[in-house]
Nanobody, 129 residues
Framework: QVHLSESGGGSVQAGGSLKLSCVVS????????LGWFRQIPGKEREGVAQ????????YYHDSVKGRFTISPDKAENTVYLQMNSLKDEDTAMYYC??????????????????????WGQGTQVTVSS
C-alpha cells in the first residue's frame, strides 16, 4: 500500500520561496507517476505539477510554469516541489499523490483527478502580500 506524507508548508510573503517534501513509501520508483495538487475551500482540487519517475518528464499547470519545480530524490523516496516567486493566489492546502496507472496523463485537469488514488494528508501554504 502506498503511503505519502507531506511537509514544508508554512507562511511566506509574496515573492518568497518554499520547498515542499513528500516522502513516499510502498511505491515503485522505476516507472510511475507522482503529482502535486492544491486545493482551497469550496474549490476543486487542482493539479499543479506531475512527474513520470521513469524518465523524469514533467508537466506543470500554466499558473506555475517557470516558478515551481517538481523533482525526485529516489534514494530518499522523496518528491519535492520547489516554489519560487510565490503569489497570494498560491495560498492553498498542497497534497502529493501517486497515480494508479504506470504513466502520467498528458494534462492535469479536474476530470482526471481520479487517476490519482493515493494521497497524503496535505500541508498548508499561505502567501501574504
Amino acid at each position: 500500500q502506498v503511503h505519502l506524507s507531506e511537509s514544508g508548508g508554512g507562511s511566506v510573503q509574496a515573492g518568497g520561496s518554499l520547498k515542499l517534501s513528500c516522502v513516499v513509501s510502498g511505491y515503485s520508483w522505476s516507472s510511475n507517476c507522482l503529482g502535486w495538487f492544491r486545493q482551497i475551500p469550496g474549490k476543486e482540487r487542482e493539479g499543479v505539477a506531475q512527474m513520470f519517475t521513469g524518465d523524469g518528464r514533467t508537466y506543470y499547470h500554466d499558473s506555475v510554469k517557470g516558478r515551481f519545480t517538481i523533482s525526485p530524490d529516489k534514494a530518499e523516496n522523496t518528491v519535492y516541489l520547489q516554489m519560487n516567486s510565490l503569489k497570494d493566489e498560491d495560498t492553498a492546502m498542497y497534497y502529493c499523490a501517486a497515480n494508479k496507472f504506470p504513466f502520467c496523463g498528458d494534462r492535469m485537469t479536474p476530470d482526471r483527478n481520479f487517476e490519482y488514488d493515493s494521497w497524503g494528508q496535505g500541508t498548508q501554504v499561505t502567501v501574504s502580500s
